[in-house]
């Protein structure tokens, strides 16, 4: 159902690969509810990805490009005020990647030099896109930039390694800027803690899987994904939340509130019953 909410809007969306991108379900919303848009992401995400078909679904430009560089990015912005018509009302930064994490890499082990790519691309990036879209003055007054984060950023979870790290920056970032473009621009910047959610990134994750689990157990309303984050952020591209700013928004469904749930408890106490091993010996879990 649309309730034209972002009608007359323009906005920008970094981070759509394919359906199963919260960014791609983002893009779909907002033309949905009355917004143009362009899309962007990296030159190979863009040949391997399934971007191409997104864009012509939603008459979207595709202005490609590698948001840890700084021309990429004025680029990206100039092009899109161009085709658009105008100063942008909406940013969305949906990226993140940790070599570390692909290679396997233990947070105690980490390569250094891929802990410095894991940072720029999924946090600095963020900041270099605010930094260039105020010096452009590209964004309309309050207008509304948001990046997606992730409980890890204040709690440690296994397998999660130095995205945690990205994501506390990406967070802080957002509250440093937020008081500097919204006292002088009026635009708001805001992150949202999504529930874990099974993106193209997401599946990289060391037990994935059995975090999602954990979560939608532990969880009062159950874990959200990404149709649902997508509603989130259109809300908050809106002018419903003109006066929300430098804020880490939780949309998972309760789990950064919790302690310990009676599912989750439950599921805790069956790993205490008893069970036969190979030997057929009697043993507790």
């Excluded at 890499?105 to 270099?128: G, Q, V």
């Excluded at 260039?132 to 509304?144: L, R």
């Excluded at 509250?175 to 006292?183: T, V």
Aim: charged residues 25%; hydrophobic residues 40%.
């Amino acid at each position: 159902m649309s309730y034209n909410l972002l009608k007359g809007k323009r906005g920008v969306i970094f981070g759509a690969l394919n359906e199963m991108s919260i960014a791609w379900k983002v893009a779909e919303r907002a033309v949905e509810e009355g917004a143009v848009i362009t899309l962007s992401n990296t030159p190979m995400a863009v040949r391997m990805g399934e971007i191409t078909a997104l864009g012509e679904k939603l008459n979207a430009e595709i202005i490609p490009a590698d948001a840890t560089s700084v021309e990429d990015l004025e680029k990206v912005f100039a092009r899109s005020m161009e085709v658009l018509g105008g100063k942008i009302d909406f940013v969305l930064h949906s990226i993140g990647m940790s070599p570390n994490v692909r290679k396997k890499r233990p947070y105690d082990d980490l390569d250094y030099d891929m802990l410095s790519k894991t940072l720029d691309i999924s946090a600095i990036s963020f900041h270099k896109m605010i930094q260039v879209a105020k010096k452009m003055d590209a964004i309309n007054e309050y207008g509304s930039i948001l990046a997606l984060s992730y409980v890890a950023a204040q709690r440690t979870l296994f397998g999660y390694n130095d995205m945690a790290d990205a994501k506390a920056l990406l967070e802080s970032i957002a509250r440093s800027f937020g008081y500097i473009y919204g006292r002088e621009k009026n635009v708001r910047i805001n992150t949202i803690s999504q529930s874990p959610t099974m993106t193209t990134a997401g599946s990289g994750v060391k037990g994935m899987e059995s975090l999602m689990d954990f979560a939608n157990r532990m969880s009062p309303l159950g874990n959200a994904n990404a149709d649902e984050c997508a509603d989130y952020c259109i809300v908050m591209f809106s002018d419903l939340t003109r006066k929300v700013t430098m804020q880490n928004l939780y949309h998972d469904g309760g789990f950064s509130s919790m302690g310990m749930s009676l599912r989750a408890m439950t599921q805790y106490n069956k790993s205490f019953d008893e069970y036969r091993n190979e030997k057929g010996e009697i043993c507790y879990g």
